[in-house]
């Protein structure tokens, strides 16, 4: 493969656990977002001349028109890829929907902190030898969120659907031996929110009301800056039948749901006891750390005088963060751990694509032409040149 194919604009492809962001280089935006999920017809007899008749599988954000009909799965599990086949209908959806081809454009892929060797590998082998892409980087997460906003160096707290992580970046490079993971994430907090709404009458029992969970989630439930307090405020206003007379409570307030059927659901302390699992994992009987404990123990990891930088430079990523409460709740627990530390969180709006925004713009840099694989270098070395320097 000729190295001119450098010269065409690179895909950018931020394979999230839940959500998948692609597009090209240079863009400020993704040309589409969407449900990184696979759906396979439940009753295919029983539908003919329907909407699904002839079709195997259904791919991304068409998964939720159908979900009553579809048993629904995703390719990924604590970011991580777990089932390649369903990997690779999906990053093909990618391309389709951005109507690009395979074989005429770079692509810069993201990958997790920590990810074995063993699945940066496989993940060349489908993109070179399945989907056939002309040139290949695998980059870090953590580095391309810092990117997006102007940074080289600073602790990224990074959750998303299926993992938690906070990643200490010098220069562009993540320290490797002090990143902390855990796996309370955003799939965490949508099991604790299934448990609590059965309760309140709504049982999710098929995975598209287990979809449905997750709409739910984000769209209702925020961080308590003081769970206790909000309880007891909780508590005190539905025993008077009330509303929360507090106006720093407001995002206390129940909240109503409507469900596909046309039902509603109405969530009251679910809508921070859910989320509370991010800050406090004992309530899912987990011992991971929560999210303050785990920039304490990424920063404790980095070397000594890099340890003020980095709490100096805490920076959000991923959709997870975005709870209404996040980031204060964040700064709070971290103030009472190390009232003597000096704290600083960023929590950039755009978040939720700040990992594909730092990509773009790192992908579309002319120094960046010598980071390419080539599919030659492929073919010559096998996939094991990706374990080169390998996050």
């Known amino acids: 493969m000729s190295s001119a194919v450098l010269l065409s604009q690179p895909v950018v492809i931020d394979n999230g656990t839940a959500i998948l962001k692609a597009g090209f280089a240079g863009g400020d935006r993704p040309t589409v977002v969407f449900d990184s999920i ?13 909407a699904l008749e002839g079709v195997d599988v259904v791919i991304g954000d068409a998964c939720r028109k159908h979900r009553g009909a579809l048993v ?15 990997a690779e209908r999906v990053w093909s ?16 892929m993201t990958e997790a902190p920590l990810n074995p060797d063993s699945n940066r590998e496989k993940c060349a082998e489908v993109l070179f030898e399945h989907l056939g892409v002309p040139a290949l980087h695998i980059a870090p997460q953590a580095a391309l969120s810092l990117y997006a906003g102007g940074r080289t160096t600073g602790l990224v707290l990074d959750i998303g659907d299926g993992v938690a992580q906070a990643v200490p970046v010098y220069e562009g490079l993540a320290v490797r031996s002090a990143v902390v993971r855990s796996e309370v994430g955003g799939r965490a907090i949508s099991k604790r929110l299934e448990l609590l709404l059965r309760r309140a009458g709504f049982h999710a029992q098929t995975s598209a009301e287990k979809e449905v969970v997750r709409e739910i989630k984000e769209q209702c439930c925020y961080v308590s800056a003081d769970a206790s307090r909000d309880e007891h405020a909780m508590s005190a206003a539905l025993a008077r039948k009330g509303t929360l007379p507090s106006t720093n409570l407001a995002d206390a307030q129940p909240r109503s749901f409507k469900l596909p059927d046309g039902s509603h659901v109405r ?8 989320s509370e699992a991010l800050f406090d994992p004992s309530v899912l009987g987990s011992e991971e750390p929560g999210a303050a404990d785990l920039v ?4 404790r990891r980095a ?5 003020a930088t980095m709490y100096e430079s805490v920076v959000l990523a991923g959709g997870s963060t975005l709870f209404p409460g996040f980031g204060e709740r964040l700064v709070k627990d971290l103030r009472s751990k190390l009232p003597d530390t000096t704290i600083r969180v960023r929590a950039p709006p755009e978040r939720a694509l700040s ?16 980071m390419w694989v080539l599919r030659s270098e492929y ?8 374990s080169r320097g390998a996050l």
């Open 72 to 86: 629904l799965s995703r390719p990924m599990e604590s970011g991580r890829v777990t089932d390649w086949a369903d």
């Open 296 to 299: 304490a123990l990424a920063c």
């Open 303 to 307: 070397d000594l005088d890099l340890r």
């Open 93 to 108: 959806h990618a391309y389709n929907m951005i109507e690009a081809s395979y074989d005429g454009h770079p692509l810069l």
């Open 355 to 370: 990992c594909w925004i730092g990509g773009s713009i790192l992908a579309s840099l002319a120094t960046f032409k010598s």
């Open 267 to 274: 969530l009251e302390g679910e809508r921070f006891r859910a």
């Open 38 to 50: 696979c759906g396979r017809v439940k009753h295919e007899r029983v539908m003919p001349g329907g």
């Open 379 to 386: 073919d010559e070395h096998g996939a094991s040149v990706f």
